[in-house]
């Protein structure tokens, strides 16, 4: 990958808030033309990344370049090329047509004005006659964030970046939001990273996923962390008790400093009985909630319950097939005390 393939390259990103580290990015890369999904808990620092991304903060330490070149915030020259959706869209108090028109007014780009502002409600499936003359207070929480998606998208920006784009909306709105976000992609080769807690809307538009947790950075997708409260058995073992019995034997953090753990989904195994324990397995009873389709590798990402916790694993169709794996069956999971890294 060359430096002209990549749309953005943080480069030992930290940023804290006072004293609190909210993000902490070694390395990472977003190919141009790419959908990148942002999946993580509230406070993990997604939204934190999108300003960065939208150069609307500056990161503490660290720098970010932007196709090959080093770009600082807030800066004139990548103003018209790069918008941000917040979860919660700010309409300006006027019209619906002067709140998506406004952008274009700013550049003193008046060409068609009427024609385009039409084309841009028209991708976000709004009707002109019925929604152009509305007041931003007589929209719903809908209409709104899709108002707020036309106004980004009549500018045509090299990158869209959108945090909970469909948090407050309904079924077809989200359905609308997922479809002119491909359409900005597939029109004009738009970069999207869109931060989202529906799983299964984002992996539909998504190419890449990338989880976030604490601020670091886990470019295989969504991982599966293990929190505390943790009980010490001895030197070398942490106890995770996680419902109806059972509980996750983890080899212990040098130093025991550390909250969380990191159970990789290749670590993970899945079976339909459990096997006798030669090699201090764990083996957890539970079932699977739901199967959703990598779109770019073809594997089917499972969501298993164990009792009050939920396991990710990545399963072939080879895999699904001979098993028979279908949401609700039972299944058991295994992997090893040491398979774990903690943070």
Do not use: C
């Not at 993990?44 to 600082?72: C, D, Q």
């Not at 359409?183 to 984002?202: E, M, P, Y």
């Not at 079976?271 to 324990?277: F, H, N």
């Not at 072939?316 to 098993?323: A, E, F, G, H, V």
């Amino acid at each position: 990958m060359t430096k002209t393939d990549l749309a953005y390259h943080l480069q030992n990103i930290q940023h804290y808030y006072g004293n609190t580290k909210v993000l902490d990015i070694n390395d990472l890369k977003i190919e141009k033309g790419s959908i990148t999904g942002l999946i993580g808990p509230n406070g993990s620092g997604k939204s934190t990344l999108l300003k960065l991304l939208a150069f609307a903060e500056k990161p503490t330490r660290g720098h970010i370049f932007y196709e090959g070149h080093r770009v600082s915030a807030f800066s004139s020259s990548i103003r018209s090329k790069v918008t941000l959706l917040t979860q919660k869209p700010y309409l300006l108090k006027r019209t619906v047509f002067e709140n998506i028109a406004y952008g274009l007014k700013i550049r003193k780009d008046k060409k068609n004005l009427e024609n385009r502002v039409k084309r841009a409600l028209l991708n976000v499936g709004l009707d002109y006659q019925t929604f152009a003359s509305r007041k931003w207070h007589e929209l719903s929480g809908g209409e709104a964030q899709r108002v707020a998606m036309a106004a980004r998208l009549i500018l045509k920006p090299e990158i869209l970046l959108l945090d909970e784009p469909i948090a407050s909306v309904d079924t077809e709105s989200a359905g609308l939001i997922r479809d002119a976000s491909l359409k900005a992609r597939d029109s004009w080769g738009a970069t999207l990273v869109i931060a989202s807690h529906d799983l299964q809307w984002l992996y539909s538009i998504s190419d890449k996923q990338l989880s976030i947790f604490k601020g670091n950075i886990f470019s295989t997708g969504m991982e599966n962390i293990i929190t505390g409260p943790f009980i010490k058995t001895n030197k070398k073992i942490f106890v995770k008790k996680v419902g109806a019995g059972q509980v996750i034997a983890l080899k212990a953090p040098v130093p025991n400093t550390y909250t969380a753990a990191i159970i990789r989904k290749e670590n993970i195994s899945i079976a339909l009985e459990k096997q006798p324990d030669k090699n201090r397995l764990n083996q957890l009873s539970g079932h699977i909630v739901s199967m959703l389709l990598e779109k770019k590798s073809g594997h089917i990402m499972a969501a298993i319950a164990v009792h009050d916790l939920s396991l990710i694993l990545r399963l072939t169709p080879d895999q699904i097939s001979s098993l028979d794996l279908f949401p609700g069956k039972k299944v058991i999971l295994t992997f090893l005390s040491n398979d774990v890294e903690w943070i």
